[in-house]
């Protein structure tokens, strides 16, 4: 994506390695963040999910929550809509907490495919490896992964991770669940090709279910941006103090979210953004500023790879006039101190 596409000719590049600006320059750059975003009426609202094709293609809101729990918000941002494929980065870490850093990296993989996320091709040119887990094969896996001896249980525990990102208790919007499984074949058929390569660890059609589920779980703006916050501070949701996962876990989730949470935009996302995200389906944006905190996007309305627009006009313009870039520098200071 150019930068013309994204608004920022003219806005201030700051390169900032510290903490966040004071609230009110925060609030001030939020304000002109939204306006921006706001004159994009580019993109298609999701359709192959009958459900996901009613939303509003006017909604948007953003929040920023930064580390200390202070929260930052302009437009609709307490409407709830379905977490969708952002529920791919929150159950990758629990699971990263539970079995460990190394087995999922042996099993799900951290490699962007360069494909679309429910491509079949890529789980066949990798001779059944997933790749990474925020595709639909690697995060079915991923689910598959969760502790519990039924699917009840998996799900009980998801539920209750999630919601301890979130801060709050999650729910489900079965509306959205009956939709999705009635129009998830293609997930169903990924997951039997990884049952054949053995890379599933529970009934493939269970675990379908129980992603599906997750998938249709409630959030709004303000939830992405402190479950984002909480990947920032290292596990530590910054509303609750719950450390929910280790900053190792934090750590690695937000080196894949780098390498493949826009799915094949990624490099473009991480090359105009410098921030690791992951994007879902229903307009859903989530960012990460690690040590400063979370941004949430919601706008319903997406581009060809499945991500957000106005999400990613907004982050673009925070990212530069917030300073957040991880890859931004300032020069060092050359002069001899002695």
Same mark, same amino acid.
């Given at each position: ?153 998996? %799900? ?141 996007? %919601? ?40």
């Amino acid at each position: 994506m150019r930068d013309d596409e994204l608004d920022l000719v003219g806005v201030d590049q700051r390169a900032h390695t510290g903490a966040l600006p004071q609230d009110r320059q925060i609030d001030l750059a939020l304000d002109e963040a939204y306006r921006r975003a706001l004159s994009h009426r580019e993109g298609a609202v999701a359709d192959y999910i009958p459900i996901l094709g009613a939303a509003d293609r006017e909604a948007f809101g953003l929040c920023i929550a930064d580390v200390r729990g202070g929260l930052h918000e302009v437009g609709d941002t307490r409407t709830r809509f379905s977490i969708q494929s952002i529920s791919k980065a929150f159950v990758y870490a629990l699971v990263c907490e539970g079995i460990g850093h190394h087995e999922v990296r042996e099993l799900v993989g951290v490699d962007n495919t360069g494909l679309p996320f429910n491509s079949v091709m890529a789980i066949e040119l990798a001779d059944g490896h997933p790749r990474n887990p925020m595709v639909n094969a690697g995060a079915i896996a991923t689910t598959a992964l969760m502790p519990g001896a039924t699917a009840e249980r998996t %799900w009980e525990l998801i539920v209750e991770g999630l919601s301890r990102f979130a801060g709050r208790q999650l729910e489900i919007d079965d509306e959205v669940y009956r939709s999705e499984s009635e129009t998830n074949d293609r997930n169903r058929a990924i997951a039997r090709l990884l049952h054949s390569y053995g890379r599933m660890r529970s009934d493939p059609d269970e675990t379908v279910d129980v992603y599906t589920r997750q998938c249709s779980l409630l959030v709004d703006a303000r939830d992405l941006a402190v479950m984002g916050a909480t990947l920032a501070d290292g596990g530590v949701n910054p509303l609750t103090g719950d450390q929910v996962v280790s900053p190792e876990v934090s750590r690695d989730t937000l080196a894949v979210l780098a390498a493949a949470g826009l799915y094949e935009r990624s490099g473009e996302w991480l090359y105009e953004i410098g921030l690791p995200g992951k994007s879902g389906v229903a307009g859903g944006l989530v960012t990460v500023a690690p040590g400063k905190g979370g941004l949430g996007a %919601w706008a319903p309305p997406l581009d060809a790879a499945g991500n957000s627009v106005r999400g990613q006009v907004a982050t673009a313009h925070l990212s530069r006039t917030l300073g957040l870039n991880i890859f931004a520098s300032t020069p060092a200071d050359r002069q001899d101190p002695r």
